[in-house]
């Protein structure tokens, strides 16, 4: 492609993306495809021709388009927030065009230097602990499995790392802990560095979903009479389901009594300590080996960027650094080379985003959106706790809200309420207008509507509080009564 079709296209793809921004609702949220519709619209070869850029770009319009699901949209409320921004959109755009790989500082030294320096920016805007080393993950997923990697070389002296699974046979099981609300990531974490799913411990919550630091402490001295090994917890700021915050103080008493690494996951909720009045999440975390947010979810930053700290990373690239010939440089004992504080060896230069989102909102402006989100929730779960038809689930201390639909008189079991909510669930989706998600809470099936997208408003929750009332579930049950 010459520079002048580059142009032609590049401004005409601009212009169809700042058009969907502007007019995402236009699209149903949730796709209405059906399973292997996208896939028929395809060609099952690879054009042996070139093929015109306008008719790869009709195609995008025609056979992609209707099988996305808009997580941009103002009315997506399902999952979490992965919402993006003008200002990340470019800087991705930039980082594309540059095409660097930031896997030495060699190979970019503003790519390591600006990464150093933006992490440095969110540690602060966080209150993280000085002594905390930042580095760009993809996903909290790949940050989580580097904090268990860390603890279980600490563990071992560094044995597994040097001599292998088989190497340490005949040793306790290292024994890793998380509440009930914990991410699944754990668990695949642990599989992946060689703890194994059954020596993940799940620690019962409290009323409030959060981890039982008494019940934790319980597990522990249970392992160690039985000749186990305890090893790491990983606490939750803001679980998955209901944005449960764990106390990350006396958590962090115990790990440190018994010398387990910590490490906090708060993929989500930690946006929200930028907010002084939401510090408080927070409190506790000085006692922490390694901590994990996602400015991808909540931070206004595009898939994918996920923001890990470590207080240790002499272990962390102790752990991880391989050192070919090919890879070494005479600036290494100067500088960063942060092909050795993750999982891959390529990186792409993602602090730029993440630069521009900073420079372009302010820390103000993120602060303003991010309060924004958390009174329409709150505003949301009052209509809730307000509705002789509808329950809260759970506190809602952030941006997502759990209820569900209980008919004012009627008395039903549990099977037969949990049916009426996945038909309430299926039939407000079916219509376009919103899309939400479901959850468990202590075994009970709950509707879960967060709220974190760019441009979502007050009018948009209203509309979701409308199409709830609206659905034929509701309006069924209303006629029978």
């Not at 601009?14 to 149903?28: F, S």
């Not at 009332?469 to 029978?480: A, G, H, N, Y």
Request: aromatic residues 10%.
């Amino acid at each position: 492609m010459d520079s002048g079709d580059f142009r032609r296209f590049g401004y005409e793809l601009v212009d169809w993306i700042a058009d969907y921004l502007d007019h995402a609702e236009r699209y149903p949220v949730l796709s209405r495809s059906s399973p292997g519709q996208t896939k028929e619209g395809l060609p099952a070869e690879p054009p042996m021709q070139g093929e015109r850029m306008e008719d790869i770009l009709a195609d995008f319009r025609e056979i992609i388009v209707p099988g996305i699901t808009h997580w941009q949209h103002p009315r997506f409320f399902a999952y979490f927030p992965a919402t993006t921004s003008g200002p990340s959109i470019l800087g991705e755009l930039l980082s594309a065009g540059l095409g660097v790989n930031a896997m030495l500082w060699q190979t970019s030294p503003a790519a390591t230097e600006l990464e150093e320096v933006v992490m440095d920016w969110l540690r602060s805007l966080l209150g993280l602990p000085e002594a905390f080393r930042g580095v760009i993950q993809d996903t909290a997923s790949t940050a989580t499995l580097c904090a268990l990697i860390c603890a279980r070389e600490r563990a071992t002296d560094f044995r597994i790392s040097e001599r292998g699974i088989p190497g340490w046979a005949g040793e306790p099981a290292l024994r890793l802990y998380t509440s009930t609300e914990g991410h699944s990531s754990v668990e695949k974490g642990a599989r992946i560095a060689g703890f194994g799913s059954e020596h993940v411990v799940t620690v019962r919550t409290d009323e409030d979903n959060a981890m039982n630091p008494e019940n934790l402490r319980r597990c522990i001295e249970e392992d160690r009479s039985n000749g186990l090994h305890p090893c790491c917890v990983v606490a939750t700021v803001g679980t998955t389901s209901s944005t449960a915050i764990d106390p990350l103080g006396p958590i962090g008493v115990i790990a440190e009594n018994y010398g387990l690494w910590l490490h906090v996951d708060a993929a989500l909720a930690g946006s929200a300590a930028i907010l002084p009045e939401k510090r408080w999440i927070l409190d506790g975390v000085e006692k922490a080996d390694s901590f994990v947010f996602n400015p991808h979810k909540w931070l206004f930053t595009n898939f994918d960027c996920s923001a890990f700290y470590c207080r240790h990373p002499d272990i962390l690239t102790s752990a991880l650094s391989i050192q070919p010939e090919y890879l070494k440089t005479g600036q290494d004992c100067r500088v960063v080379n942060f092909r050795d504080w993750g999982i891959q060896l390529g990186r792409r230069f993602r602090s730029l985003k993440l630069w521009f989102v900073l420079r372009y909102y302010g820390v103000e402006g993120l602060q303003e959106r991010l309060r924004e989100h958390i009174g329409l929730a709150a505003g949301f779960a009052s209509w809730i706790e307000r509705s002789a038809d509808f329950e809260l689930m759970a506190p809602v201390p952030l941006n997502t809200v759990c209820f569900r639909y209980r008919p004012v008189g009627a008395t039903l079991p549990e099977e037969e309420l949990e049916a009426m909510n996945r038909e309430l669930m299926d039939d407000v989706n079916r219509s376009g207008r919103i899309y939400i998600t479901h959850t468990r809470l202590r075994g009970t099936f709950c509707l879960r509507l967060s709220i974190g997208q760019m441009r979502t408003d007050l009018d948009d929750v209203k509309m979701a509080w409308e199409v709830l009332q609206q659905s034929d579930v509701v309006e069924t049950r209303r006629r029978e009564r």
